[in-house]
């Protein structure tokens, strides 16, 4: 092993994880705890909660110690301060966030009700941002951090079944865009990440038919869907001092599948 050794490569730091009980959250957990983080996961519900973190710790009875499960709505502004106050009680300070939580509704525009779009928007987009606003003074304390965003592929073409969704992942987009730039003084980096169709349960929601997978697979260059641990590889090296001089910027994961759009388009 070398100085660099990746499970040496977190320790001392405090990583926050929103959305952290499935799927990439869950798989970029489990990255930064064997990397000797103190990790944050967050959730709606305390079952699913307890679950992640008994995997978890099963996985890595080491790590049980330097995980952390806070119940947290990020569509609610309120839980969002009351997780930033625990983070601060149990340890002081934040070294790094993945605002990672969001959900997919897929539908044409004809049929979005005022619920689902209000419900994607607060999830999504001003979940997305206020947990960034909470975050920010625990991050500072630290002397700066790295923040990533997750956003999606579907902002970067035309997807006519989620213009709701995709206008929201669009915001994310933006805000990494523009909180990267404004707090680059402040030692804090901020960028995203755009999954493709990565297999979580998200997307088994979404294409519930195994049927419909191939024609999916199909479509992608690299000829497979993406799993969560693409994802939290990349995340994880955003997080971290490698891509320290890397800010304001989108890395799309997605098996070359927004080239291979673009060049059918073009
Ligand atoms: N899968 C894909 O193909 C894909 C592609 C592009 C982008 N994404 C994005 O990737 C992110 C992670 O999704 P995933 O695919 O890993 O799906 P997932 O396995 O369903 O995970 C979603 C996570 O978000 C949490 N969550 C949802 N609503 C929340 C809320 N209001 N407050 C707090 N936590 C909430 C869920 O926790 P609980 O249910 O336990 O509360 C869960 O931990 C999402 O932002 C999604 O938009 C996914």
Redesign the pocket.
Known sequence: MTDNAPSREFADRTILV??????????TARLLLAAGAQVV?????DA??AR?AEQLTAEQPAGGDRLLTVR?????PA?LARLADTVRERHGTLDGVFA?????VFQPAADVTEGVFDHTV???FK?VFFTVQHALPLLEAAGGGSVVL?????PHRGLPDAPV?AAT?AAVLSLARTLGTGLAGRGIRVNSV??????????H??VPDPAAHEPIRASVPLGRL?R?ED?AETVVFLLSDRSSYITSQDIVIDGGLVPAVQAVAG
């Open positions: 929103t959305g952290g009980t499935s799927g990439m959250g869950l798989a996961i967050t959730g709606r519900d699913r909660l992640a947290a709505d990020v569509a609610v839980d990672n939580a969001g959900v997919g607060d999830v999504n979940g997750n956003a999606s592929w579907t969704y992942k755009s999954p493709g169709f990565i297999a979580t349960e998200m997307f929601a979404i993406g969560a994802v």
